[in-house]
């Protein structure tokens, strides 16, 4: 068996500005179309590294990164539930990579990285993003018919949850 080509690692301030150009890559590989255009064209980088930093800061240990090198080509980031009530006291916020890097087991790397398999977990996803409902489901993840208008555009999103001990 040959070593991946990426390494995860816990996101460090040496990170946030790679991270921040590749979580707004990520959004702009992913959702064309689904998320309005000028949405997509308004992020920034520097905005959006100096929101990594302070993230990074006030909740160390969240957020995990995978490089290519000196690349970040992914990110995950879960924590305690911000759902009200929770549903799972854990968590998942966040998880992308790179188109280039699809279905070559980052993702797989980086949720195992960022949450406990074995852990009851819950996450938002787009409603109309299949391809992401079909890995979290691979990851015994499942709807529980929960839905939502995204904070940032008017797509739908639907809670997806694992019990605990479903992924093994």
Known sequence: MTEPEWVILPL??????RLAECHIACW???????VPAHVLDAFDVERRAEQWERQRVEYSGRTWV????????????????LDTPPVTPLQLNALYVRAS????????DLLRAAVDPSA??????????????????????ALD????????????????????????
């Open 12 to 17: 460090a301030a040496e990170h946030t500005y």
């Open 28 to 34: 702009r590989e992913a959702y064309p179309g689904l």
């Open 66 to 81: 995978a490089l290519a090198d000196d690349r970040v080509i992914g990110f995950a980031t879960a924590g305690a539930s």
């Open 101 to 108: 890097w699809y279905g070559t087991g980052v993702a797989h």
């Open 120 to 141: 009851a977990c819950s996450l938002w996803v787009f409603e109309e993003n299949p391809r992401a409902q079909s890995f979290y489901r691979k990851h015994g993840f």
């Open 145 to 168: 018919g929960t839905r939502r208008v995204e904070a940032f555009t008017p797509a739908i999103e639907v809670r997806m949850v694992r019990p605990s001990g479903a992924e093994q």
